[in-house]
Structures are given as structure tokens and as C-alpha cells.
């Protein structure tokens, strides 16, 4: 189990990851064991809290300006480096990373989950719980915002999957840039 400090220069990275291969965000969640329970055998079924989202930037040189950042147009991928947020309580928890490939509603084409997941434990002064997050794998069903989508949909009609971002202080819905932003 690695160790982190909330806010600090020991970011989580995931990667490097070769290629991803399909359009999609990438987010990433924490999940606190609960109290008195070991890390290793906590199963993930309490909440989640996204604090990472990686999705679309509006790229309007382009033929298609809607430009997926973790595909990178099939190139290879960026690292993903996520800082905890200082107010992160201290804890063990497991951490979630998920590129999602979203289904398109129009065909009614199922989305794809491609997860990765680590333990940590966050050192931080803080006390008390993370705000209240989503259950996985409920929230990440194919009718839950942001999973499906159609492609001219994107960006101004999107949200990205996996609930609000939390940026430490409040959770906020998490759009990606809009054409009129």
C-alpha cells in the first residue's frame, strides 16, 4: 500500500499506458474503508468520490474539434496524475481510475468500463468523511448520465460519468467545456 499526502507533490500517476483506444474520460474515485475494517478486504461497496476527471478539450482547428484528451487522437496516451485534495480526511482507501468508452444512444451501443485500482493511504490532518459520493458499479450503468451519449450531443449536451467532482471543498457537476464557454 503506497502512502499519500493530501495536497501535497506525491500525486497519483497512472500510466504510462500504451494507447487507449477509444473516446471516453478518464476519472478517477476514492473509496474510504470503513472504520476498523482491513484495506485488503474491503470490497469497494461503500461510496465513491470522484476527484479526477480527464474528458474533452475544444480544439477548433481541427476537422473534429471535439478532441477526447486520454485518446489523444490514437497516439499515445498522457500520463494521469491526480492530486488528493488536502482536505481528504486520513484513511486507507482504495482508488478507482476508469476510461470510460461511452456508449452511443443513438445505436443503442452499450459502454465500456476499462478500471484499474490501488490502495492508499492518505496522511493528512484532516478529519471527519469525504461528501457524499455515488455506489459503484449502480451509478455506472448504461442510463446513468454520461454514459451513453450521441456523438452530436457532444460537448455542450454531455456530463461526464461517475457523479460530481469534488475539488475539496464542494462537488461540482462535472461538464466538459462547452462550444460557448
Keep these: 500500500m ?18 487507449i483506444v477509444h473516446e471516453g474520460p478518464v476519472m478517477m474515485h476514492l473509496s474510504r474503508a470503513p472504520a476498523g475494517q482491513d484495506l485488503r478486504t474491503y470490497d469497494g461497496s461503500g461510496e465513491w468520490v ?10 477548433k482547428e481541427l476537422a ?3 478532441f477526447w484528451l486520454p485518446h489523444n487522437d490514437g497516439k499515445e496516451a498522457p500520463r494521469f496524475i491526480s492530486t488528493i485534495p488536502k482536505q481528504t480526511p486520513a484513511g486507507k482507501y482504495l482508488v478507482r481510475v476508469d476510461q470510460v468508452y461511452y456508449g452511443n444512444s443513438q445505436y443503442n451501443t452499450a459502454p465500456q468500463l476499462f478500471p484499474a485500482c490501488a490502495q492508499i493511504e492518505v496522511v493528512s490532518d484532516t478529519t471527519g468523511d469525504l461528501p457524499k459520493g455515488i455506489k459503484i458499479p449502480e451509478n455506472l450503468q448504461m442510463d446513468q448520465p454520461g454514459m451513453t451519449s450521441k456523438y452530436e450531443d457532444l460537448p455542450n449536451k454531455y456530463t461526464y460519468p461517475g457523479g460530481p467532482l469534488w475539488d475539496g471543498e464542494t462537488l461540482v457537476q462535472d461538464y466538459p467545456p462547452h462550444w460557448d464557454r
Excluded at 497512472?14 to 494507447?19: D, K, Q, S, T, Y
Excluded at 470522484?50 to 480544439?59: A, F, M, S
Design 2 to 19: 503506497s502512502k499519500a499526502l493530501a495536497n501535497c507533490e506525491r500525486n497519483i500517476k497512472m500510466g504510462p499506458v500504451n494507447l
Design 50 to 59: 470522484k476527484i479526477y476527471t480527464l474528458g474533452i478539450e475544444i480544439r
Design 64 to 66: 473534429n474539434p471535439v
